[in-house]
C-alpha cells in the first residue's frame, strides 16, 4: 500500500512511524529534509506543502493509494479537494471542513448555532471603535485572538501577554492593521481559567473515536513562562485522562466534539480526519479554545507511539465511514519534550549543526521524532523551528520523563529544552492549581 505522507514536522515524523509498523510504503513530500522521514521514505520530494499543484502532481505520478495531511496549511489551499479530484483518497478534512480551524469565527458561530456546550463568550470586530467600546465596557478579562492561522503564536491573553485594557486594544489595533492570521479581522472573547489539554480524535464525519488526553506545554520557560510556541513538549498518563480533571470533564468535552461532527455534518459540510479540541478545564466544566483540523504538534507524537490498533485500518476506516468508536491504546504514560534552538519564540538561531546520537537514544529506549531540521551532506542543521523531539514512553509518568531526559542527553548544539516538563513538580502545582480554582 502506497501512502503519501505530508509534512516535515515532529508530527509528521510520528505519522510516517507509525505508517511504517501498519507496513506501509511511504512516501513524503516536506519543505526541508527531515532525516527521518526522508530515511522512513521510499521516495520524497522537497516542496513547499501548499503547492497544491505540485504536491497533486507528485502523489498522482508515484500512484499512492491513501494521502494523510500532517500540517494546517496546505488544507486551506484545498489539497484535500484537489487530491480527491484526481481520486486520491485523503485522511484530512476539505477545505471548507477545515474551516473549523482557519476560522476561529466560524467554529464559535458553529457552537453558537447549534448551542454546544463549551463555549465562552466572544465577538469579532474589524472597526476599532467598535472593539474599544466592547472591550471598555466588558467587566471580564479578555483574549485577543486574530482569526486566522498564526501557529499558536497570535493569541495573546490578559494577565499573561497584557495587563490593561489599553494594551489588548493596542494588540487588536495591530491584528487590524497588520492583518495578523491572515485578515484584518480579531476575535475577542472572555478568559476563561483552568489547565488547558488537548482531545485528539479520529472521525470519518459520522463516528467519533477519542484518544488519550494530553496536556501540551506551550510556553517557551521553565515554569510556564516566556513567549507562546508551537509547543514544547507534552505529557500523557496510562489511564489516557489527566491528574487535574474529572471524568465527567472528560466525557464533557467528547460529547462537545460529538456535537460539532453533528453540527458540520447537519450543514452539509461532513468533517473527516483527526479533529483536534483545545480544551480549558474550569470549575463549570470544559470550554473550548480552539478546534485543530489535524492531530497536534507534540500531541501526535504522545498517542501515536502507543496506537494498539492497526493504523492503516484506522485511515481507511475514516475514509470508507466506517470508523469504530473504539480505537485502542496502550496503557503507557508519555512524556515528550522537544529541543528547540536558542531564541525559539523569538528570535531563534537557524543554521547551527546538531549533533545526535540516534543509536545512544535508541540504546536508552527513548523514541527520537525529527522535527524543522535540515539534512545537508549528511549533517543536521537547524531551522527557525523546532528541531526534533524525544518522547518516553513508560508505566508511570516519572519513568517515561527520565526515558525522555536520558534521551535528551545525547542531542548536542545550540538549543534549549524544557527539563520541567513531566516532571512530579509541576504536574503536582497543575493539580493543585485546579482544585483552588475548584473551590478546593
Ligand atoms: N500543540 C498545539 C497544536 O498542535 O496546535
Same mark, same amino acid.
Request: negative net charge.
Given at each position: 500500500?502506497?501512502?503519501?505522507a505530508v509534512?516535515?514536522?515532529?508530527?509528521?515524523?510520528?505519522?510516517?512511524?507509525?505508517?511504517?509498523?501498519?507496513?506501509?510504503?511511504?512516501?513524503?513530500?516536506?519543505?526541508?529534509?527531515?532525516?527521518?522521514?526522508?530515511?522512513?521514505?521510499?521516495?520524497?520530494?522537497?516542496?513547499?506543502?501548499?503547492?497544491?499543484?505540485?504536491?497533486?502532481?507528485?502523489?498522482?505520478?508515484?500512484?499512492?493509494?491513501?494521502?494523510?495531511?500532517?500540517?494546517?496549511?496546505?488544507?486551506?489551499?484545498?489539497?484535500?479537494?484537489q487530491?480527491?479530484?484526481?481520486?486520491?483518497?485523503?485522511?484530512?478534512?476539505?477545505?471548507?471542513?477545515?474551516?473549523?480551524?482557519?476560522?476561529?469565527?466560524?467554529?464559535?458561530?458553529?457552537?453558537?448555532?447549534?448551542?454546544?456546550?463549551?463555549?465562552?463568550?466572544?465577538?469579532?470586530?474589524?472597526?476599532?471603535?467598535?472593539?474599544?467600546?466592547?472591550?471598555?465596557?466588558?467587566?471580564?478579562?479578555?483574549?485577543?485572538?486574530?482569526?486566522?492561522?498564526?501557529?499558536?503564536?497570535?493569541?495573546?491573553?490578559?494577565?499573561?501577554?497584557?495587563?490593561t485594557?489599553?494594551?489588548?486594544l493596542?494588540?487588536?489595533?495591530?491584528?487590524?492593521?497588520?492583518?495578523?492570521?491572515g485578515?484584518?479581522?480579531?476575535?475577542?472573547?472572555?478568559?476563561?481559567?483552568?489547565?488547558?489539554?488537548?482531545?485528539?480524535?479520529?472521525?470519518?464525519?459520522?463516528?467519533l473515536?477519542?484518544?488519550?488526553?494530553?496536556?501540551?506545554?506551550?510556553?517557551?520557560?521553565?515554569?510556564?513562562?516566556? /513567549?507562546?510556541?508551537?509547543?514544547?513538549?507534552?505529557?500523557?498518563?496510562?489511564?489516557g485522562?489527566? /491528574?487535574?480533571?474529572?471524568?465527567?470533564?472528560?466525557?464533557?468535552?467528547?460529547t462537545?466534539?460529538?456535537?460539532?461532527?453533528?453540527?458540520?455534518?447537519?450543514?452539509?459540510? /461532513?468533517?473527516k480526519?483527526?479533529?483536534?479540541?483545545g480544551?480549558?478545564?474550569?470549575?463549570?466544566?470544559?470550554?473550548?479554545?480552539?478546534?485543530?483540523?489535524?492531530?497536534?504538534?507534540?500531541?501526535?507524537?504522545?498517542?501515536?507511539?502507543?496506537l494498539?490498533?492497526?493504523?492503516?485500518?484506522?485511515?481507511?476506516?475514516?475514509?470508507?465511514?466506517?470508523?469504530?468508536?473504539?480505537?485502542?491504546?496502550?496503557?503507557?504514560?508519555?512524556?515528550?519534550?522537544?529541543?528547540?534552538?536558542?531564541?525559539?519564540?523569538?528570535? /531563534?538561531?537557524?543554521?547551527?549543526?546538531?549533533?545526535?546520537?540516534?543509536?545512544?537514544?535508541?540504546?536508552?529506549?527513548?523514541?527520537?521524532y525529527y522535527?524543522?531540521?535540515d539534512?545537508?551532506?549528511?549533517?543536521?542543521?537547524?531551522?527557525?523551528?523546532?528541531?526534533?523531539?524525544?518522547?518516553?514512553?513508560?508505566?508511570?509518568?516519572?519513568?517515561?520523563?527520565?526515558?525522555?531526559?536520558?534521551?535528551?542527553?545525547?542531542?548536542?548544539?545550540?538549543?534549549?529544552?524544557?527539563?520541567?516538563?513531566?516532571?512530579?513538580?509541576?504536574?503536582?502545582?497543575?493539580?493543585?492549581?485546579?482544585?483552588?480554582?475548584?473551590?478546593?
Amino acid at each position: 500500500m502506497k501512502v503519501l505522507a505530508v509534512g516535515g514536522g515532529g508530527r509528521e515524523h510520528a505519522i510516517v512511524e507509525t505508517l511504517k509498523r501498519s507496513d506501509a510504503r511511504v512516501f513524503s513530500i516536506m519543505k526541508n529534509r527531515n532525516p527521518g522521514i526522508a530515511r522512513a521514505s521510499e521516495d520524497f520530494l522537497l516542496c513547499d506543502e501548499t503547492n497544491v499543484e505540485k504536491v497533486v502532481a507528485w502523489a498522482a505520478r508515484v500512484g499512492v493509494d491513501l494521502a494523510v495531511i500532517g500540517p494546517e496549511a496546505p488544507l486551506g489551499y484545498g489539497l484535500v479537494d484537489q487530491l480527491e479530484a484526481v481520486s486520491i483518497p485523503v485522511v484530512g478534512p476539505s477545505r471548507e471542513a477545515a474551516r473549523i480551524e482557519l476560522s476561529k469565527e466560524f467554529a464559535r458561530d458553529l457552537m453558537r448555532r447549534h448551542a454546544i456546550p463549551g463555549l465562552v463568550e466572544y465577538q469579532a470586530f474589524d472597526d476599532i471603535a467598535d472593539a474599544r467600546r466592547y472591550i471598555k465596557e466588558v467587566n471580564y478579562p479578555i483574549v485577543v485572538k486574530p482569526i486566522g492561522l498564526t501557529g499558536g503564536k497570535g493569541v495573546k491573553v490578559m494577565g499573561d501577554h497584557f495587563h490593561t485594557k489599553e494594551e489588548a486594544l493596542a494588540y487588536v489595533q495591530e491584528v487590524l492593521e497588520r492583518r495578523i492570521g491572515g485578515q484584518s479581522r480579531v476575535l475577542i472573547e472572555r478568559r476563561e481559567d483552568g489547565e488547558e489539554f488537548s482531545l485528539q480524535a479520529f472521525t470519518d464525519g459520522e463516528h467519533l473515536a477519542p484518544m488519550p488526553l494530553v496536556q501540551d506545554y506551550k510556553r517557551a520557560e521553565e515554569g510556564d513562562r516566556g /513567549p507562546n510556541t508551537g509547543g514544547m513538549g507534552s505529557i500523557s498518563v496510562v489511564d489516557g485522562l489527566l /491528574p487535574f480533571l474529572r471524568r465527567e470533564d472528560y466525557e464533557t468535552a467528547v460529547t462537545i466534539m460529538r456535537k460539532a461532527i453533528e453540527a458540520m455534518r447537519s450543514e452539509g459540510v /461532513p468533517y473527516k480526519g483527526i479533529l483536534y479540541g483545545g480544551f480549558t478545564s474550569t470549575p463549570s466544566g470544559p470550554k473550548i479554545l480552539e478546534f485543530n483540523a489535524r492531530f497536534g504538534d507534540p500531541e501526535a507524537m504522545n498517542v501515536l507511539p502507543i496506537l494498539e490498533h492497526d493504523f492503516l485500518e484506522v485511515l481507511w476506516s475514516i475514509v470508507d465511514g466506517k470508523l469504530k468508536e473504539e480505537v485502542s491504546f496502550r496503557r503507557k504514560a508519555t512524556v515528550c519534550k522537544y529541543v528547540v534552538p536558542e531564541g525559539y519564540g523569538t528570535k /531563534p538561531l537557524a543554521d547551527q549543526e546538531l549533533h545526535v546520537d540516534e543509536a545512544a537514544i535508541q540504546q536508552r529506549g527513548a523514541i527520537l521524532y525529527y522535527a524543522s531540521v535540515d539534512e545537508r551532506d549528511g549533517r543536521i542543521f537547524t531551522t527557525t523551528s523546532r528541531a526534533l523531539a524525544v518522547v518516553g514512553v513508560a508505566d508511570d509518568l516519572g519513568s517515561a520523563e527520565s526515558l525522555a531526559e536520558e534521551g535528551l542527553a545525547h542531542v548536542r548544539g545550540r538549543v534549549f529544552m524544557r527539563h520541567d516538563i513531566g516532571k512530579s513538580s509541576l504536574v503536582k502545582q497543575k493539580v493543585e492549581r485546579m482544585r483552588a480554582l475548584r473551590g478546593g
